[in-house]
């Protein structure tokens, strides 16, 4: 059910302008509907027997627009693919509403974009399924955010944790307590952070690096998720950590709570 509230908070993702009445008609429409469904499950209304209401209504948008190729149009459609996926668990069905939409709005902004979503979605995954536990994690040489230059080559028998983060994600800041402490705890006996934030404002970024003490180094480009190393190692959500052990092989991908100091401290026993 997260999923569909993001996606229903990005629901607008595709948004293009549209100088028709019917197609600005069909997008404050589902700006509506997608208002409505959010206030029903922030009210605890979250099985699909709850939920019957709201699918209903895309279906009388999509039949009061129907014959509309507009990106407007596609976005009802797509929606309510996520609402069959998320809120109903029906993922086949969702993929033939998304492989039918492809066929309806072929040539459309929203069709163009989706697919390249999808493509560095499948690029991405990929990437993913390469950088499996006991592999090689692939150096990179960049500039901190103090502009110093930094790489893996930098750390040589260190245990190193590989954050990639966001100080606009809940979920990083909630790990960030388990990060600082496992680095107060045993940077002294040779464990590493290196910091990959998605974060876009440098003022707002570097202020809170300097608030919370961050002694470790950090990346920042301010491209958000087009962040160039987070591209790079198919980063699709944040927290995404990688714990390497001395010799730069992954030792465990992921780590929340205080799984991540167990697994620092098991590793340095080890060096």
């Not at 208002?35 to 922030?42: F, H, L, M, N, T």
């Not at 407007?72 to 993922?91: Q, R, S, T, W």
């Not at 950590?241 to 780590?255: E, R, S, V």
């Amino acid at each position: 059910m997260n999923k569909l509230i993001v996606m229903l908070l990005l629901a607008a993702v595709f948004a293009v302008s549209v100088p028709s009445a019917g197609a600005a008609d069909a997008a404050a429409e589902l700006k509506a509907l997608t208002g409505k469904i959010r206030d029903d499950i922030a009210d605890g209304k979250t099985n699909a027997s709850d939920l019957n209401g709201d699918l209903k209504q895309f279906d009388d948008l999509l039949a009061e627009h129907h014959g509309e190729k507009t990106d407007a149009v596609a976005n009802i459609v797509y929606m309510k693919a996520m609402l069959c996926d998320e809120g109903f668990h029906e993922p086949a069905k969702a993929a033939e509403l998304v492989k039918q939409l492809k066929i309806d709005f072929q040539g459309t902004a929203f069709v163009e974009e989706l697919e390249k979503r999808e493509a560095a979605q499948a690029a991405a995954q990929k990437i993913q399924a390469s950088l499996a536990v006991g592999t090689k994690f692939p150096d990179f040489n960049e500039r901190d955010l103090s502009g110093r230059l930094f790489s893996l080559t930098n750390y040589p028998g260190k245990v190193v944790l590989v954050d990639f983060w966001a100080t606009s994600s809940a979920s990083s800041r909630a790990e960030l307590a388990y990060v600082m402490a496992a680095y107060g705890k045993y940077h002294d006996q040779g464990f590493e952070i290196i910091g990959i934030s998605l974060d876009q404002d440098p003022a707002r970024f570097t202020e809170f690096v300097r608030a919370m003490n961050l002694g470790w180094p950090q990346y920042f480009d301010g491209q958000g998720w087009q962040n160039k190393l987070a591209v790079k190692y198919g980063v699709e959500q944040i927290p995404s950590t990688y714990l390497l052990d001395a010799g730069g092989k992954i030792i465990a991908k992921n780590l929340r709570g205080e799984a991540l100091p167990a697994a620092v401290a098991k590793s340095l026993e080890k060096n």
